[in-house]
């Protein structure tokens, strides 16, 4: 029988760590790996944090061509978008031709959603891809006046970069509160008064009713009438599963946003077909159900499970995790472990922004199942265990008063 190999969707940290998994698994079968962009495997997180402020791109780059040619032996296709999947057939299709697998493994990774009505207009971007930080970071260098339309993560980074090049920024935000399905509404103010300490000025409840200019952005006008004058808009409103391709197909999605239903061990709806990353829906037993994360350390794992699962599925093991990410924004690091979806959070520390300090626990029923510090790294995985291994919340409670009490 010939050997149809293993064929890895998305040439992403997950599509990444799936063809390294594969190698270190002694699969000796053919491997491909298939990219829309016509980059190397690059590194997203900085793109939003250290890119902006000046760093080189080829620090961003997990690994050059030739390991991957070479030491790996995969066959590299990019710049070649997946448009298609025959799961009966077990073949990809890419544009006209046809890429068949034993095993596949999606990770095409989330699109970024656009403003509606600023299709072609120069000057208004957002920030997913290396094309797109390159253009946001030369408008910054070049002074805009910069708009950030959405207070999340991506915004409020984005916010910080903009400050430290010495420009002036407006965040707007729809919500009343930022990040408030992130970290819930108590903590979304307090990480929006980082951004007032830093003279940014953040708009809370207002929308974008209009981005007016003629071939680039001249100004934003907001839903209460105000007019902000803006070189650079720069909008950060969410991703969406990258999974148009597979609308066709058997595989199963999921109805409001589109990502890939899997069960624990990260398999699809149809034989031999694994996701991982920003498009995979998986059972979580840790939480007690469906869980799609755009964390970087959940690809990361992720990629590496689905591949191996999806080389031996008569074996394959379950995922779980404890999600993870951080944010950088001016001088503080903000990380959270565990779900923010609560009964109660208790601040052990109110921050005072002199030294930078937080620490916030989320409980639900008798156990701990987030933590939100700032400036606190030390103790962040340590919450990350103890929710691993449902601590309950009193134990939760004297830990964290135990140590910030030092």
Not at 5 to 29: F, H, N
Not at 361 to 373: C, F, H
Request: proline share 4%.
């Amino acid at each position: 029988m010939v050997r149809r190999g293993l064929v890895v969707i998305g040439a992403s940290l997950a599509g990444l760590r799936a063809v390294e998994s594969a190698r270190k698994a002694a699969y000796d079968g053919p491997v491909t790996l298939v990219g829309a962009e016509h980059h190397l495997p690059y590194d997203r997180p900085p793109l939003s944090k250290r890119f902006l402020e000046g760093s080189d791109a080829t620090e961003t780059v997990f690994r050059d061509e030739a390991y991957l040619r070479d030491e790996l032996d995969v066959d590299v296709r990019l710049g070649d978008p997946a448009s298609g999947l025959d799961c009966s057939e077990r073949v990809v299709h890419i544009g006209d031709r046809e890429l068949p697998y034993d095993g596949l493994v999606v990770a095409t990774g989330a699109d970024a959603r656009p403003l509606p009505g600023t299709s072609g207009l120069s000057g208004v971007h957002t920030l997913r891809t290396l094309d797109d930080a390159r253009s946001v970071r030369s408008a910054l260098h070049s002074g805009a006046r910069t708009v950030v339309v959405g207070a999340g993560f991506i915004g409020s980074e984005v916010a910080s970069s903009a400050r430290k090049h010495g420009v002036d920024v407006t965040v707007v935000e729809a919500a009343p509160v930022p990040l408030t399905r992130s970290v819930g509404t108590r903590m979304g103010a307090l990480l929006g008064e980082l951004h007032t300490r830093e003279g940014v000025e953040l708009r809370l409840g207002v929308g974008v009713e209009q981005v007016k200019g003629g071939d680039s952005v001249e100004s934003v006008i907001l839903s209460d009438g105000t007019e902000l004058p803006a070189d650079l808009v720069v909008v950060g409103i969410g991703a969406a599963p990258s999974t148009r391709w597979l609308e066709a197909s058997s595989i199963q999605l999921d109805d409001r946003d589109r990502g890939v239903l899997c069960d624990e061990t990260l398999a699809a709806s149809a034989p031999g077909v694994y996701a991982a990353g920003d498009v995979c829906h998986w059972v979580s037993e840790l939480f007690d159900g469906r869980l799609r994360l755009e964390h970087w350390t959940s690809a990361a794992e992720q990629g590496a499970l689905a591949a191996r699962n999806a080389l031996d599925p008569a074996n394959a093991k379950a995922y779980d995790t404890v999600p993870y990410f951080w944010s950088d924004w001016y001088d503080s690091r903000i990380q959270f472990v565990g779900e923010p979806d609560c009964d109660d959070i208790l601040v052990v520390d109110e921050p005072q922004w002199e030294d930078g300090k937080l620490l916030t626990l989320y409980r639900k029923g008798d156990r701990v199942i987030g933590a939100l510090t700032v400036n606190r790294p030390t103790l962040i995985m340590k919450l990350r265990r103890m929710i691993s291994k449902r601590a309950t919340w009193s134990e939760a409670v004297a830990f964290a008063e135990e140590k910030t009490a030092i």
